[in-house]
């Protein structure tokens, strides 16, 4: 047993250094991705509801695609074929430059796609559950429709959409986990480095599910805090 922990030690006898450089490499993906998955799901969402028939057949044929597809896909075809088409198309027109996507890019990428078309439900379903009627009503104190929806409409959205944001975000967080095939360096290629060398799969497939619960746990514990200050926001302004 003792032998087996002292695999998690740091420095050139043990992979502890490399698993915690590798789960750093997994929350700044995470977290680097987040500020445009939800700006996305907004985005799309408002495209769904668009009064311009053509913004709604694009937001929801995005929508089907990206719901469609298995995530790992989505992430070879950014990688590789988005790739190849940049370079298809500089060629063209700007003859001798390369450009290359990093693996942590495609990453982000591939991920915003996913979590937005799920999202942009999400943020449809939480506008309808606030209704027309609090839009009206922001309207009739002469409110703007920006003032409207940042200080009336949204926070309300928010109370519907933490919940289902929260699941998605769990989803993100284990997603990361698919850019290993794309040879970015996060905890899941480092652990299959590690069973690659040490010839103990069970041991540290078990450090990676751990990592991955205290992360889940730790992601369920902010999110009800989250909960309970808009609730008690929201019950603090009626």
């Known amino acids: 047993m003792f032998e087996l922990i002292a695999l998690l030690a740091f420095g050139d006898k043990g992979w502890g250094d490399e698993l915690l450089k590798g789960l750093g490499v997994t929350i700044a993906l995470a977290f680097a991705t987040i500020p445009f998955a939800l700006f996305c799901s907004f985005l799309v969402a408002w495209s769904k509801q668009s009064p311009y028939k053509l913004l709604r057949m694009a937001g929801n044929a995005y929508t089907t695609v990206f719901r469609s597809l298995p995530e790992i896909l989505t992430l070879i075809i950014i ?119 040490t010839k103990e799969p069970f041991f540290f497939y078990s450090v990676l599910a751990t990592v991955y619960v205290v992360l889940s746990f730790i992601s369920g514990r902010v999110q009800t805090v989250m909960e309970k200050r808009v609730n008690k926001n929201l019950v603090s302004e009626h």
């Open 79 to 197: 990688y590789y074929q988005l790739q190849a088409i940049i370079n298809s198309f500089t060629s063209t027109f700007l003859p001798g430059i390369s450009i290359g996507i990093s693996p942590f890019i495609a990453g982000m990428i591939a991920l915003t796609l996913v979590f937005s078309a799920l999202g942009s439900e999400v943020v449809r379903a939480a506008y309808s559950a606030v209704g027309k009627g609090q839009m009206e009503a922001a309207y009739s104190v002469s409110l703007s429709r920006r003032k409207a929806f940042f200080y009336v409409i949204l926070p309300q959205m928010w109370q519907h959409m933490l919940p289902a944001f929260g699941n998605l975000w769990l989803i993100l967080l284990k997603d990361t986990s698919l850019v290993s095939i794309i040879a970015l360096s996060e905890i899941v290629r480092y652990t299959n480095m590690a069973i690659a060398t």
